[in-house]
């Protein structure tokens, strides 16, 4: 896979201290890559005043904006070394003003801890579901308690076979991304890859709760058998493409575990990935391309609520994202 080379690391003052910038200074290590390290502090009222004082809102605001920004330099100070990292204030709404970053800096990925609340059940905050659902580059989102190592990596793909041409190669190179940066994590992390595909058979509950005419049991259960095996194939072959493209060594050193559950994706790779107990979850969020401000279908959403582990996510080649470096 090509490799990062422009990484943004996003700074939030109220994230936990456990989620440190060394979880995005080793990916920029790694791969030789710059890191930005970015704070986005909100705008202050019109207005507003400190009451005895002459100051406009602008010189309180620039005051604000000097003083994170010097906080930031003393956060990156340790990684000067070896590392090619710079940092930035930036003013606005967070998600907006990310987006437009990566726009005109050509970012290949954001690295952000979650702001969400675990403990509620609520894994990812506004700003995280924004990104995940808009950013046209991968965005990585790490839980504040996440290992710096990880020891396994998961990646989740559909496979589902489909007839229609510019669908299935959408579908092939979606699938392709996954593979490929789940594969270059798990190299890096010398961790494990397991590679997961949810499958259901069409029509099985009509067939299964006798509402229309079924033939017997055992043609219904050739039919099922029948379609696990499309989908195992399908699967297997995205794994051979994998090995073409990463080389047989590293496909053997890796040895991907298959994760083949049979229901709705929804509900069965979260499962997988908490039975596995993975440390990141490499997935798609849209599937369709060139349709600006699409949002991540349902079922990537309803995913996304049920982990509880950190996240990578990434759209399809020729995402246009619906956040545009034009302020409305």
């Known amino acids: 896979m090509q490799p990062f080379d422009n990484i943004l690391y996003v700074v939030e003052r109220d994230a936990s201290p456990a989620c440190g910038l060394e979880r995005a200074a080793a990916p920029a290590r790694a791969n030789q890559a710059r890191l930005t390290v970015t704070e986005v502090i909100e705008p202050l009222p019109p207005g507003t005043r400190l009451e005895g004082l002459e100051l406009t809102t602008d010189a309180l605001q620039e005051a604000s904006r000097r003083e994170r920004a010097a906080t930031l330099q003393q956060l990156i100070a340790p990684y000067q070394d070896g590392l090619r990292i710079e940092a930035q204030v930036l003013t606005g709404r967070p998600f907006l003003e990310l987006i437009r970053d990566v726009l ?71 699938n392709a991304r996954i593979l490929d940066l789940a594969a270059a994590l798990a190299v890096s992390e010398f961790a494990e890859l397991h590679v997961a595909h949810a499958w259901q058979a069409l029509g099985e509950p009509l067939l299964r709760g006798g509402l229309i005419a079924t033939p017997a049991e055992t043609k219904i259960d050739a039919y099922i058998e029948a379609e696990r095996r499309r989908h195992a ?96």
């Open 104 to 174: 005109r800096h050509g970012r290949d990925l954001i690295i952000k801890c979650v702001s969400g609340q675990p403990q509620r059940g609520s894994l990812f905050g506004s700003t995280d579901l924004h990104l995940l659902r808009k950013c046209p580059c991968p965005v990585w989102l790490s839980r504040p308690d996440a290992a710096l190592n990880f020891q396994r990596v998961l990646a989740a793909v559909d496979v589902t076979p489909v007839t229609e041409r510019k669908e299935q190669q959408q579908q092939q190179a979606l």
């Open 233 to 328: 194939q399908a699967l297997e072959q995205a794994l051979v493409d994998l090995q073409s493209r990463i080389g047989r060594e590293a496909s053997d050193w890796l040895k991907p575990v298959r994760h083949l559950p049979k229901g709705s994706p929804r509900v069965e790779l979260p499962a997988v990935a908490t039975r596995i107990e993975a440390d990141i979850l490499v997935m798609g969020t849209v599937a369709r391309t060139g349709i600006a401000g699409l949002l991540m279908g349902n079922t990537a959403e309803t995913i996304l609520h049920r982990l509880d582990c950190s996240v990578l996510a990434v759209k399809p080649d020729g995402f246009v994202s619906p956040v545009t470096l034009e302020q409305t």
